[in-house]
């Protein structure tokens, strides 16, 4: 039915004009005047072909400037064409697929569909939903968006009335069709917004079926972020000789420009801290952060709500009510920070939003494309942060090339850098109250503290207590910083110099963490070492010896990192399990030739690593100077005086031959 030829336009327009036009749902801001010498001023979306009555709404609204988008979008539509169009979010595709479905309509009879809109999410749902009936308004327009999570009834009572746009989710809309509720009969356009989105929602075999129900005389448009196989399968498959527009790197500069892109290197025991610290320090009006899990966006929520942060969480767990409550607080000031996943945050639009947070990094480019597209819109600043761990570095690169966009590693505000930033906030809201016109009703009470004392000690009095209340005083713990790329040149990652030279053993500097996870949970040594590296920021050689019994596993690290290692591992997922992490209770005394491993008959042997990794660190013979050898070892109840099994040291036979050793390699000392 379709044919698999394709037109192309090339994508010409001027940066300036990014931005200037509605957005997708439906901003309002108002052009500067532009009319200095008196003249009739002039709309130019009237020079795209559309009706008096959409572009004296416009006007109204403070839109005279299509975008990009727009301006190549509008003309096409208006003449019949099926159409891909591949902008970011934010760039006012809905307008450049509304304004001209409105500008068709028959508003005279009785209403019956007569366009049908499929987005992703129901906030996306609601939020073109609205923007039609604004830009609609004039013309009498009935829309209806119809989503699961809300009562079908009301639904049902809205289609029966009769409406002129339907917009909706993919699996409310098969509902609607299999009921015979949405008859498709009239339906002469049927777009699919954000639909890359919707492809990966899985919603690929409902709008198929969609697709192949409705008339084959009709006006498909496709809008999608990024243009991945899928889509192109089913342009080809659905669409009709479609044209191809692309907003791209010229068109989009501008509104580029208004974003800055940041990172943070951070631990992820340390990452909630580090966030709360970004968000002290860059004072957002309000800020969406992205989490990978609900259980996530729950922890995070709470975490931050007990830093101060009036924060609020947004997931597939809730209903439409839970949401709906959320999305309110959002947009009226009262919640300054939505912690969400990507599904829940999909379409969202708030134009008091300031900061964008990737709290993990996200696995795709697209994604990331998606996020950031929440700020940045109509002229608007904003701010993209992206906290990433010590082995998320090579996904920043990966990010900053495919998107084209420098991501500038930041260092993670130090406690000096906090400290200033609160007096320069307790200074800002003293300036703003001795501008404040009831200072008068104080009077009494600075004489009467003035009469026993010098009134600059009333007045530093005055000012700890404004700062105290702010929570400026609390304790803050100091976050590691990662922001500096290892030398690779005079030093590797495991700090050991030229090839070949080992880092020089000292005396007690292991020290020991217990995991409450052993064979039986199908633990490996390398499964340790991974878990403990990618998490502490350590090196694979920094960590043993390792041993594992059938139900915990108890792992040498250097006694500098061992509370950052718990407090890394506290959340880890190790072989798909959270475990529980502790430090070992019977550690070693310097030089003692006593070992963590007393009790039963339980042999004892340091485990290798991952290939690759070398020899694991085990446990010198007593009175060595040393306390690491790559010697085996072998647990000796009699050596150690105690017969019969019971608990007592560990003895390490000595490498290089002798019995229960393994021999060196090269007949090298280590």
Do not use: C, W
């Given at each position: 039915m379709m044919s698999d030829d394709e037109t192309t336009t090339t994508t010409t327009t001027s940066p300036e004009s990014a931005g200037a036009g509605p957005e997708s749902a439906?901003?309002?801001?108002?052009?500067?005047?532009?009319?200095?010498?008196?003249?009739?001023?002039?709309?130019?979306?009237?020079?795209?072909?559309?009706?008096?009555?959409?572009?004296a709404t416009l006007d109204e609204l403070g839109y005279e400037e299509p975008t990009p988008i727009q301006r190549q979008t509008i003309p096409q539509l208006l003449a019949g064409h099926d159409l891909v169009g591949?902008?970011?979010?934010?760039?006012?595709?809905?307008?450049?697929?509304?304004?001209?479905?409105?500008?068709?309509?028959?508003?005279?009879?009785?209403?019956?569909?007569?366009?049908?809109?499929?987005?992703?999410?129901?906030?996306?749902?609601?939020?073109?939903?609205?923007?039609?009936?604004?830009?609609?308004?004039?013309?009498?327009?009935?829309?209806?968006?119809?989503?699961?999570?809300?009562?079908?009834?009301?639904?049902?009572?809205?289609?029966?009335?009769?409406?002129?746009?339907?917009?909706?989710?993919?699996?409310?809309?098969?509902?609607?069709?299999?009921?015979?509720?949405?008859?498709?009969?009239?339906?002469?356009?049927?777009?699919?917004?954000?639909?890359?989105?919707?492809l990966d929602m899985g919603f690929a075999d409902d709008i198929e079926s969609i697709l192949e129900s409705l008339p084959e005389q009709r006006q498909t448009l496709l809008f999608s972020a990024t243009i991945p196989p899928r889509i192109n399968g089913i342009s080809k498959r659905y669409l009709n000789d479609p044209v191809r527009i692309q907003v791209g790197v010229a068109e989009s500069s501008a509104a580029r420009a208004l974003i800055t892109h940041k990172a943070y290197i951070v631990q992820r025991a340390h990452k909630a801290a580090a966030l709360g610290r970004i968000l002290d320090i860059e004072s957002p009006t309000a800020a969406l952060v992205f989490c990978r899990t609900r259980t996530e966006v729950d922890i995070l929520t709470e975490t931050m709500n007990g830093r101060g942060y009036r924060a609020e969480a947004l997931h597939g767990g809730m209903d439409q009510a839970q949401r709906d409550r959320v999305m309110g607080r959002l947009r009226d000031g009262t919640a300054e920070l939505l912690i969400a996943t990507d599904v829940a945050a999909r379409g969202l639009d708030v134009d008091t939003l300031t900061h964008v947070v990737n709290y993990d990094v996200p696995s795709a480019a697209d994604s990331y494309v998606h996020r950031i597209g929440r700020v940045g819109r109509a002229g608007r600043q904003g701010v993209a942060i992206t906290l990433a761990e010590p082995r998320e570095r090579r996904q920043l690169t990966n990010i900053?090339?495919?998107?084209?966009?420098?991501?500038?590693?930041?260092?993670?505000?130090?406690?000096?850098?906090?400290?200033?930033?609160?007096?320069?906030?307790t200074v800002t809201s003293v300036r703003e109250a001795l501008d404040a016109s009831d200072l008068h009703e104080y009077r009494e009470v600075l004489e009467t503290l003035t009469a026993g004392h010098d009134v600059g000690e009333v007045a530093m009095a005055a000012l700890k207590l404004?700062?105290?209340?702010?929570?400026?005083?609390?304790?803050?713990?100091?976050?590691?910083?990662?922001?500096?790329?290892?030398?690779?040149?005079?030093?590797d990652r495991d700090g050991r110099g030229e090839r070949g030279q080992r880092p020089p053993a000292g005396n007690g500097d292991t020290a020991f963490v217990h995991l409450a996870v052993g064979r039986k949970g199908g633990i490996r040594p390398a499964d340790l070492v991974g878990a403990i590296a990618?998490?502490?920021?350590?090196?694979?050689?920094?960590?043993?010896?390792?041993?594992?019994?059938?139900?915990?596993?108890?792992?040498?690290?250097?006694?500098?990192?061992?509370?950052?290692?718990?407090?890394?591992?506290?959340?880890?997922?190790?072989?798909?399990?959270?475990?529980?992490?502790?430090?070992?209770?019977?550690?070693?005394?310097e030089g003692d030739g006593r070992k963590p491993y007393g009790g039963g008959r339980t042999s004892w042997r340091p485990e290798r690593g991952p290939a690759g990794g070398g020899d694991r660190r085990s446990f010198g013979a007593p009175g060595a100077k040393t306390g690491r050898s790559f010697a085996g070892g072998q647990r000796s109840d009699k050596a150690a005086g105690q017969p019969g099994g019971k608990p007592g040291g560990f003895r390490a036979k000595p490498a290089g031959g002798q019995p229960g050793g393994r021999p060196r390699q090269g007949g090298k000392g280590h």
């Open positions: 439906g901003a309002e801001t108002p052009a500067e005047p532009t009319n200095p010498t008196g003249a009739e001023p002039t709309n130019a979306f009237a020079d795209l072909g559309l009706r008096a009555e959409l572009v591949q902008a970011a979010t934010g760039t006012g595709k809905t307008a450049a697929f509304a304004l001209p479905i409105l500008n068709a309509l028959d508003t005279g009879g009785r209403a019956r569909p007569s366009a049908l809109i499929l987005v992703p999410t129901r906030e996306l749902a609601m939020q073109v939903s609205e923007a039609i009936f604004k830009y609609g308004r004039p013309i009498g327009v009935k829309v209806v968006p119809i989503y699961g999570g809300q009562p079908i009834f009301r639904q049902l009572q809205a289609l029966d009335r009769g409406v002129h746009v339907v917009v909706g989710t993919p699996g409310r809309v098969i509902d609607h069709i299999g009921r015979g509720s949405l008859p498709l009969d009239h339906i002469g356009t049927v777009v699919l917004d954000e639909a890359d989105e919707m900053e090339r495919l998107t084209k966009q420098r991501i500038t590693i930041e260092q993670v505000p130090s406690i000096a850098d906090l400290r200033a930033k609160q007096v320069e906030l404004v700062h105290e209340a702010s929570g400026a005083t609390a304790e803050e713990p100091e976050i590691p910083d990662y922001t500096e790329r290892p030398d690779r040149h005079g030093r990618n998490e502490s920021g350590l090196s694979g050689r920094e960590i043993g010896p390792i041993r594992i019994t059938e139900h915990s596993s108890v792992v040498g690290v250097p006694t500098a990192s061992v509370d950052t290692v718990i407090g890394a591992m506290r959340n880890a997922v190790v072989r798909g399990k959270t475990v529980a992490v502790r430090r070992y209770a019977d550690e070693p005394s």
